[in-house]
């Protein structure tokens, strides 16, 4: 089971459960590979709608490196995501949010 409390998502992809979770070597690798802007601007087109798939892409495999997957973005282009691009999106965008996410005083 996905932790959210520790930034896990989880993700159905060819009919087996994924846990993903954006570490901060899955966020390097991330930054990284942006072929433009920095994470803080992938967050703002997550925030105003305007991602593109690569984004959706770039954070699916980077989350599924962080939780210890050891594949490609190129392992996932015949891959069947449970849910279709949508799902896929909002795992990118749940992954984003939880990464960034502020523990609540308590």
Known sequence: MANPWSGEVA?????ERHVLKLTLGALAELEAGLESGTLIELVERFEGG???SRDVLALIVAGLRGGG??????DLVQAEIAGGPMV???VAAELLARAF???EAG
């Open 11 to 15: 993700l159905v992809i060819d009919g």
């Open 50 to 52: 305007a991602f593109s």
């Open 69 to 74: 997957w050891q594949g490609s973005a190129a």
């Open 88 to 90: 896929a999106a909002r």
């Open 101 to 103: 996410m502020l523990p």
